[in-house]
C-alpha cells in the first residue's frame, strides 16, 4: 500500500528466481536468514526514474490550514506522508521524487521525463486523485495507484491508470520493479497473498522529502488492530493481529529523522498498543535512544483507551518523551460502542476515570468522536458535548458516522437497504433521527465545541490535574524547552502573527477579546514567558478550528440558498 499514516504478499522476491540444487539445500539457519533479508528492489535491467505524488488535502480539521501560516518558518503541512518514504526505500538503486502537493505544485512539464508515475491517497482525497490521474492520461507515462482509497473502492481507478497496487507492497512493488527494469512483462493488478513481515521493512527515504515545510514527521511501528470496531476499515486493510517492527528498525528511523532535521514525529500505528509487551520492550529502547540524543524528538501517537488499565506503560511512554496521544472514544453511549463492537471502551471503569489516568500521567489526550449511530437518539448532540467538556478533550475531531466500502458496518446498511451512496457527506440512513437532523446538529455540535469559550475552557480543564502539569515541566526540563530567549523570540512573532490575523478578519473584539480575557482571568496558571508562549500557540491552535468550522458552515449555506 502507498499510504501508511492517515493515518500501510505470494511467493517472496527473494525466493521467486532461486534455483537450488540438491547439494546444496538450504539448512533450516539459511532459510531463517533469506526470510529476514529486508524487502526491496534487486539490482538489474536499467536504472528507472520514479515519482510519487501524495495529493493536496482540502482545508479540514487535521490539516491546521489557518494556523500553520502564523508560526514562524515556511511550514506548509502538518505532518509528512509516511507511505510514500516507505515505498521509496523499497525501490533499492531506483531513482525516486517524491512530489507532496501539500508543500510544492506538481512540475507537470517533468512528468514525460519519469519512467514511472505513481499516486496515492485516502477517500477524503478522492476527487484530487482524479484530477492528476485524467491529466496524468495526455502524458507518456507509465501511471499506477495504491493506497486505501484503492482498496476499498477499487472500480473508482478503472480507466484512470495503467497498474494498480492493492493492501501492502512489499513484496508487489519490488517485484514490479524488476520485471519494469527488465522489459519483463508486467501485470494490470498486483495484490500479495500474504501480510507484510514488518521486521524485513527498510527504512524510509526521508531525504527524500522537504522537511522545513512539514510541522511533523511520521513513522510506523505497526500494522494491524486487535479490535474489531464494526466502522473501522484498518482492520479490513491490515488484519486484526498486529505486525511490528524491531525496536532497532524504528530506532533506526528515528535516527534518520533526527538528522534530517524533524522536532516532533507522529508514530502513525492505528493502534500503538495492539500489542502491549512489544510496545514496552521499544519504549525501553526509545528512552536509551533519547537519553543518548539529549531528548531531541517529541513523539505523538495512537492508542486504544484500555492504555489507562497499565501503570508501567503510562509511565514508559511518558519516559519516552510523548506528549500526546489520539484516542478513538467515539461515544459516551454505551449502547452504541456495543452496537459498533467497541468493546474496549466499555470494559473496567468509566471512560472518564481512564482518561484522567491517563492525563495525570502527564500525556495530552486528542480524541476522535462519531455521532450517528443506530442507538443515537436525538440527546446525543448535548451528550457528546457535555462529556468532551467536561473531560477537558481540547482537540476532538467528531464526525458523523460513514459507511466505508468493504467494511462490517457498510455490509450491514447494504444488506438493510439504509446506504446512500450518491451522497459524501452521509452516505446512510440514521435510524433514529433524519438525515437532515443529524447533519444540522452535528454542525451545531462542531460550532458550540469550537466557540473560542469552549475551546478555553478545555485547556484550563487540565489544571484540575496537578501531576499533569509537574510531569509536563520535568519532560521539557529534560529536553531543553522553555531557554528564555528563544521561547520570548517565538512568542512575539506568535502574538504579532495571531493579532494581525484577527485584526484583517474582523475578529479582533470577538475573538482576540475572549483571548485576552481568559489570560488574564488565568494568568496565575500561565506564569512566566514559557506559559505565555503556551498559551498563544494554544490560541492559534483554536483560531484554526474556529476559521475551519465558521468557513464550512458559511459555504454550506451559500449552496443551500443557492440550490
Known amino acids: 500500500m502507498f499510504e501508511a499514516n492517515d493515518k500501510n504478499e505470494a511467493t517472496t522476491v527473494l525466493e521467486r528466481d532461486a534455483q537450488v540444487s540438491p547439494l546444496t539445500a538450504p539448512t533450516k539457519e539459511t532459510e531463517k536468514a533469506e526470510e529476514k533479508q529486508p524487502y526491496g528492489a534487486r539490482p538489474g535491467g536499467r536504472t528507472l526514474s520514479v515519482c510519487l505524488i501524495n495529493p493536496r488535502f482540502e482545508p479540514s480539521y487535521w490539516g491546521f490550514d ?184 524504528v530506532i533506526k528511523e528515528l535516527d534518520e529523522m533526527r538528522k534530517n532535521g524533524f522536532f516532533l514525529a507522529m508514530l502513525v500505528d492505528d493502534n500503538f498498543i495492539g500489542n502491549m509487551k512489544k510496545a514496552k520492550a521499544l519504549l525501553h529502547h526509545i528512552i536509551a535512544w533519547q537519553k543518548k540524543h539529549d531528548y531531541p524528538l517529541r513523539l505523538n501517537t495512537e492508542a486504544s483507551v484500555n492504555l489507562a488499565d497499565d501503570p508501567e506503560l503510562l509511565e514508559l511512554m511518558y519516559e519516552a518523551n510523548f506528549r500526546s496521544v ?45 455521532v450517528g449511530f443506530d442507538n443515537d437518539k436525538s440527546d446525543i448532540f448535548d451528550i457528546q458535548y457535555n462529556f468532551i467538556q467536561n473531560n477537558g478533550i481540547l482537540l476532538a475531531m467528531v464526525g458523523m458516522l460513514a459507511a466505508i466500502p468493504k467494511t462490517p458496518l457498510f455490509e450491514r446498511l ?59 515541566a520535568e519532560i521539557s526540563d529534560k ?38 480575557r481568559f489570560y488574564w482571568q488565568h494568568r496565575k496558571y500561565r506564569k512566566g514567558v514559557v506559559g505565555a508562549a503556551m498559551f498563544i500557540n494554544r490560541c492559534v491552535t483554536h483560531w484554526h478550528f474556529y476559521k475551519f468550522t465558521r468557513e464550512v458552515q458559511a459555504g454550506r449555506l451559500r449552496a443551500y440558498n443557492s440550490g
Not at 115 to 126: A, E, P
Not at 333 to 352: A, F, P, Y
Not at 438 to 453: F, G, H, M
Not at 490 to 499: A, D, E, H
Request: with cysteine.
Open 66 to 249: 489557518y494556523a500553520l501560516p502564523l508560526y514562524p518558518g515556511d511550514r506548509k503541512s502538518t505532518m509528512i506522508n509516511g507511505g510514500l518514504p516507505t515505498v521509496a526505500g523499497l525501490g533499492g538503486d531506483h531513482n525516486f521524487r517524491i512530489i507532496d502537493e501539500n508543500v510544492e505544485e506538481i512540475d507537470w512539464a517533468m512528468m514525460s521525463s519519469y519512467d514511472i508515475v505513481g499516486l496515492t491517497g485516502m477517500i477524503v482525497r478522492k476527487d484530487r486523485m482524479k484530477e492528476i490521474l485524467l491529466k496524468l492520461r495526455d502524458i507518456d507515462t507509465h501511471v499506477i495507484v495504491g493506497g486505501p482509497l484503492l482498496f476499498v473502492q477499487e472500480d473508482f481507478f478503472d480507466g484512470l491508470c495503467d497498474t494498480k497496487f492493492i493492501g501492502e507492497v512489499e513484496e508487489t512493488w519490488p517485484g514490479f520493479l524488476e520485471d519494469f527494469a527488465s522489459n519483463r512483462p508486467i501485470q494490470l493488478r498486483y495484490e500479495q497473498e500474504e501480510k507484510t513481515d514488518m521486521s524485513r521493512m527498510p527504512s524510509p527515504r526521508f531525504d527524500l522529502l522537504k522537511v522545513d515545510r512539514y510541522a511533523s514527521g511520521a513513522l510506523q511501528f505497526s500494522r494491524g488492530c486487535p479490535f474489531q470496531c464494526e466502522f473501522c476499515d484498518i482492520i479490513v486493510i491490515f488484519g486484526r493481529r498486529p505486525r511490528l517492527k524491531d525496536p532497532e528498525q
Open 326 to 370: 489520539f484516542i478513538g472514544i467515539e461515544t459516551p453511549n454505551e449502547e452504541s460502542l456495543k452496537e459498533t463492537k467497541k468493546i474496549q471502551n466499555i470494559r473496567g471503569d468509566s471512560l472518564e476515570a481512564k482518561l484522567g489516568r491517563i492525563q495525570k500521567a502527564g500525556l495530552d489526550i486528542s480524541a476522535g468522536f462519531i
Open 414 to 472: 447494504e444488506k438493510e437497504g439504509r446506504l446512500v451512496l450518491d451522497d459524501p457527506n452521509l452516505n446512510f440512513n440514521p435510524k433514529q433521527m433524519s438525515r437532515d437532523e443529524l447533519k444540522k446538529n452535528y454542525w451545531e455540535l462542531v460550532r458550540k465545541l469550537y466557540t473560542p469559550e469552549a475551546f478555553l475552557e478545555r485547556y484550563l480543564m487540565t489544571y484540575q490535574y496537578p501531576d499533569f502539569h509537574q510531569r509536563r
Open 479 to 516: 529536553a531543553h524547552e522553555g531557554r528564555f530567549m528563544p521561547t520570548l523570540g517565538f512568542s512575539i512573532i506568535l502574538f504579532w502573527n495571531l493579532f494581525w490575523t484577527l485584526v484583517r478578519d474582523g475578529s479582533l473584539r470577538s475573538v482576540g477579546r475572549v483571548y485576552f
